[in-house]
């Protein structure tokens, strides 16, 4: 086995938590997910891993730890799918809240799998909602399984673009320490947002970066590929609301001459285009028609686009069609957070523990 610091990774998907430990210098012994194609990816960008392609519920997770020849972990990463906790679940009255979803269980399996596995260190990520009202439920559930398991817990919810991402993406993330290892520090931001500069707290860091900083090598010629028009029914519209700008731009309060929607009257990424000036807003796993992020020329988002806003490598391959190889990107964690907090663990954690 590598000297390296070890990880094993849960509910992986595409691999974006994965691949940033990887290029954290980790060795990442285990990943898995229930879905084909992301273990697909996974197999492909991964080839000396264990990967399982299994139902969380079916794996017992002693047996992985024997199976690649470890006597202990250093790390377990992963972010339970999270329907119950997202933003778009508050326009879904009829869908359940927390651990009373269906889908409940894949919080309670990131624990199982936490006290089977005992690693020292784990990361736990999900959407900014964890932490809402209607989701306390859960949330004490993390809390209190980590204190019965005997880990002290640190949990933020950060900003991807504060950390040289370029998408305004807020995602909650806890990590819990073994006791007998140092209390943890987030990450010191390394960007900020022009709009909102302080030359005395921000002077030493960086603006964030923009779609415009990523995305103008990759810009295509829209006659080249029309299929590629976005707006479905609403591209006549579509054409006409400016970089940065969604339908709210076609409402009253925003002095719209000929109102077409009321304030706040559809989901907030309804015909949403991106501005070459600053960081996307969040890529979701669904694409939809006339749900953006879109390209400021009216287009869909391609693939190599999403990629580059989540911080994968242009050469890391997603295995699958077009629309399953954007749920995978979607999905994922953005490598650059994944590689900033495995780095924080590593040094503030592992070092101390004989890593």
């Not at 933003?87 to 919080?107: G, I, P, Q, V, W």
């Not at 690693?119 to 004490?140: C, D, W």
Request: glycine share 6%; with cysteine; hydrophobic share 30%.
């Amino acid at each position: 086995m590598s000297n390296k610091p070890t990880v094993i990774s849960i509910y992986s998907g595409g691999g974006g938590l994965d691949l940033g430990f990887h290029k954290a210098g980790f060795n990442l012994v285990y990943s898995t997910d229930f879905w084909e194609p992301a273990c697909n990816t996974l197999k492909k960008n991964f080839p000396k891993t264990k990967i399982e392609c299994k139902d969380i519920r079916n794996i017992n997770f002693k047996d992985i730890i024997s199976g690649v020849g470890l006597k202990e972990v250093d790390c377990l990463i992963g972010g339970p799918p999270c329907p119950a906790y997202s933003k778009s679940r508050f326009y879904r009255k009829e869908k359940k809240r927390a651990l009373d979803d269906e889908n409940s269980f894949t919080l309670t399996e990131y624990f199982r799998a936490l006290e089977e596995i005992k690693p020292k260190v784990f990361l736990f990520e999900n959407v900014h909602g964890f932490v809402y009202k209607p989701h306390i439920e859960a949330f004490n559930f993390l809390k209190e399984k980590s204190k019965e398991l005997s880990y002290k817990i640190y949990y933020k919810i950060i900003n991807a673009a504060m950390y040289g991402v370029p998408q305004t993406r807020e995602r909650f993330i806890c990590i819990g320490a073994r006791q007998d290892l140092p209390d943890f520090e987030f990450p010191e931001e390394t960007h900020y947002n022009p709009k909102k500069y302080d030359e005395n707290i921000q002077k030493n860091k960086k603006r964030w970066v923009t779609c415009g900083d990523i995305l103008t090598d990759l810009d295509f010629d829209l006659q080249e590929d029309k299929n590629m028009q976005a707006g479905s029914r609403h591209k006549d519209l579509l054409k006409k609301v400016p970089p940065g700008d969604n339908y709210l731009f076609f409402t009253k309060k925003r002095g719209y001459s000929n109102p077409i929607f009321k304030w706040r009257s559809r989901y907030w990424s309804f015909l949403l285009k991106l501005s070459p000036n600053r960081p996307s807003w969040t890529i979701q796993a669904s694409h939809s028609n006339n749900m953006g992020p879109f390209h400021w020329k009216n287009r869909f988002l391609r693939i190599p686009e999403i990629k580059r806003i989540q911080t994968f490598d242009d050469n890391y391959e997603i295995i699958g069609d077009y629309k399953t190889q954007w749920r995978q990107v979607g999905n994922a964690v953005p490598p650059l957070i994944g590689k900033i907090f495995a780095e924080e663990i590593k040094n503030q954690l592992l070092q101390t523990s004989g890593r």
